[in-house]
């Protein structure tokens, strides 16, 4: 466990764009109980959801225009999180509200700011382009995971555990015995691993038919503070020019809820056969049980390391792991040093 929980001057994915509606949605991020929703032109906003008054959680209340109504006593906080109105006195005290939290739009995603706002940046927002492009389909999900939200970076950039965790659905010849090649650029980690002449895994056959053995490539990228690409790249063993190289990718974005859990939004987006909606609903349950399985490693792996604070073993297949979280502890040090 580091020893300050969350990266704050990141822009964390909170939520899906379809999930902000008029209706308050509450939601922890990074520890904090947020409550989103959607002004009457349609703009987002994020308010701390503890009423500032006797701190009753605002997502209970009601929408009035583009104020949010508190259910206890009914005082009222525009989106910007002043106080707009205290029903039982005319006057409002000075600096009365609750936090706003700037957010982005952008690839389907809504994304945070939790910490200084002040050097909260738009054009910082990564771009998952494959998300809402005309070119891709995107199946996406949300899963909760009782696990610090490092362990799930780590699980994301060691996939030999696919071998043994996902016997059904990911695993094929080739992850064991082929390294991981890792670069770091700036604040992001690239990996890549090549199997050649491997058999299709099953996510594979999902999408095509593949009649022998495939050449299979998985390049991950990692940026901060938890967004993890993943594109993988199948084609006919031996054949270096198929269109379909670019086979599919899984977004992967990590974001902490506490110390011990973590909300993964993720979509698998494909670039072939786009309009089989077949193909997704068989995609998307294939994945969703993978992912099921690394809930469960998760979980279990927390519990342990609750119970034994002593470090954790880096092998050679931690490469990437290890660039990441040393990214991580770089940024940790420099928002210790702002503080
Ligand atoms: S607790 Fe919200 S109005 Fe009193
Ligand atoms: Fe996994």
Redesign the pocket.
């Known amino acids: 466990m580091p020893e300050r929980p969350f990266l704050m001057d990141q822009w964390y994915v909170c939520a899906r764009k379809a999930e902000l509606t008029r209706a308050p949605l509450a939601r922890r991020i990074c520890g904090v109980p947020l409550v989103f929703f959607r002004r009457e032109d349609g703009s987002a906003v994020a308010l701390d959801e503890r009423?500032p008054?006797?701190?009753?959680p605002?997502s209970k209340g009601q929408l009035i225009g583009d104020d949010i109504e508190?259910p206890?006593?009914?005082?009222r906080f525009g989106a910007d999180g002043g106080c707009t109105l205290i029903p039982a006195q005319a006057e409002i005290p000075r600096g009365f509200g609750t936090r706003a939290f700037p957010l982005v739009e952008k690839s389907a995603l809504v994304f945070v700011w939790m910490g200084d706002p002040a050097l909260a940046d738009a054009a910082l927002v990564p771009d998952f382009f494959e998300n809402d492009s005309p070119d891709w389909k995107p199946m996406s999900d949300y899963l909760r995971i009782e696990a610090n939200w490092q362990l799930v970076v780590d699980n994301l950039l060691d996939l030999t555990h696919l071998t043994f965790v996902h016997k059904t659905t990911l695993a094929s010849s080739g992850i064991q015995e082929n390294p991981l090649i890792v670069a770091v650029e700036g604040d992001s980690v690239r990996a890549r691993r090549e199997m050649h002449n491997v058999e299709p895994a099953p996510i594979f056959r999902t999408m095509r038919e593949f009649k022998g053995n495939i050449d299979r490539f998985q390049n991950i990228t990692f940026c901060l503070p938890s967004h993890v690409h993943i594109k993988v790249e199948a084609t006919p063993a031996g054949v270096n020019d198929d269109p379909d190289r670019a086979h599919h990718v899984v977004l992967n974005h990590l974001t902490p809820e506490t110390e011990r859990s973590t909300h993964y939004f993720w979509s698998i987006t494909r670039r072939i056969r786009i309009d089989d909606d077949e193909i997704s609903e068989r995609l998307h349950r294939l994945n969703k049980m993978a992912f099921d399985e690394d809930v469960d490693v998760l979980r279990r792996q927390q519990e342990m390391v609750d119970m034994d604070a002593s470090p954790l073993v880096n092998l050679a297949a931690d490469k990437a792991v290890n660039e990441a979280r040393r990214i991580i502890r770089r940024k940790f040090a420099d928002e210790a040093a702002r503080a």
Do not use: E, P
């Not at 008054?53 to 009753?56: A, D, L, N, P, Q």
């Open positions: 009423c008054h006797r701190k009753y605002l508190c206890y006593h009914g005082i």
